[in-house]
């Protein structure tokens, strides 16, 4: 079994700053890839920031300069820090993972969601 638990949603005002953490915990073997993804309501989610094993990083536009991605191998953690936060990023946000698990199964694994809600 593999669990991804977001922690870090929370309301602030616009230009205030939150940190999301996902921490990946049961049978890893390896995980590959990292992201975070949100979906506001009547929204399709997104993808928000991605960060693979080599660090490589890549964010939607609506984000870039203000959030930032990161990952610590060792704890298989990803965090999220949101900067200059806006009202349209309020969402639930996502945590994803490309896990190959001891048994070398190979798939996407989905945390359960945590809200983040910027005031005007």
């Known amino acids: 079994q593999v669990q991804l638990v977001e922690s870090g949603g929370d309301t602030v005002r616009a230009g205030g700053s939150l940190r999301l953490s996902c921490a990946a915990s049961g049978m890893i073997c390896n995980i590959a890839a990292m992201g975070w993804y949100r979906q506001a309501p009547g929204r399709q989610r997104e993808l928000v920031a991605a960060?693979?094993?080599?660090?490589?990083?890549n964010y939607a536009d609506s984000v870039k300069g203000r959030f930032t991605i990161s990952r610590d191998n060792a704890q298989n953690t990803v965090y999220l820090q949101m900067n200059s936060l806006k009202p349209e990023d309020t969402a639930v946000y996502y945590c994803?993972?490309?896990?190959?698990?001891?048994?070398?199964?190979?798939?996407?694994?989905w945390g359960q969601g945590t809200q983040v809600t910027v005031s005007s």
């Open positions: 960060i693979n094993s080599g660090d490589s990083t």
């Open positions: 994803n993972a490309d896990i190959i698990t001891h048994w070398g199964n190979r798939r996407e694994y």
